[in-house]
Each structure stands twice: as C-alpha cells, then as structure tokens.
C-alpha cells in the first residue's frame, strides 16, 4: 500500500511515509505512541485505557493508503492529539470496508487538520 497525497516537510519524510507501517514508525518517533480505538462511546487509549469524547481531541494529520489491487486494502490513519496531552494514531479501514465507530467519532471531532505539502 501506497499513501496518497502526503504532506510533509520535505522529500526524506516523504520517502519514509509511502507505507502505513513505515508512517506508523515515523509518528512512533515523533511521540505519537498512543494507539486508539473508536468505541461506541468514545476513543479509547490502549495506553492508559482513557476515554475521551470528540471534544477533548484534535486530528492533527491524517494519511489514506491505497491497496495496489484489493479495495479491501484502502486505509486511513488519523494524527492524533487530546486535551491531555496524549498522542497517538486511530487506523480504519477506507471507504465501504470502514468500522462505522471511526466514522461516528471522526465526524463528531471539530478540529481537523491537515498540513499542505511545503515546498
């Protein structure tokens, strides 16, 4: 899988980013250790087992991978930020596959952003 339309800050990251795994290990050294996980009630930190509601977080960035020949293999991963301090990332599915408590939560989340490429 492939990211589409990365957005950093130069050429070597950009090299680092083509894949979830290498984003993933690139968003590990930058301290985004948190995985989350959407719930029906909130997002849960697997570190510290928090829940937090839309309101206490804030995406960051978000990067969509593209499976070469399985749609099944489309993905998201969200950057993400809470009101505490804690960062970490959200992965889904992309599309018809995606778990229906991402979507409800990431609609639900006022902050979105996402960083322009810079030249």
Known sequence: MEAEALDLNNDMDKEHMKTLTSCLNSLLAKGYETQFKALKFGLKSLTTEKIYTPEEVKITNFYRF?????????????????TSGEK???SDAYGAYSDAHVSKFIQEVEEIGKRAHKK
Do not use: K, Q, R
Request: glycine content about 10%.
């Open 66 to 82: 593209e499976g070469e020949s399985d749609p099944s293999d489309n993905s998201i991963l969200y950057v993400i930020e809470t």
């Open 88 to 90: 970490g990332t959200l």
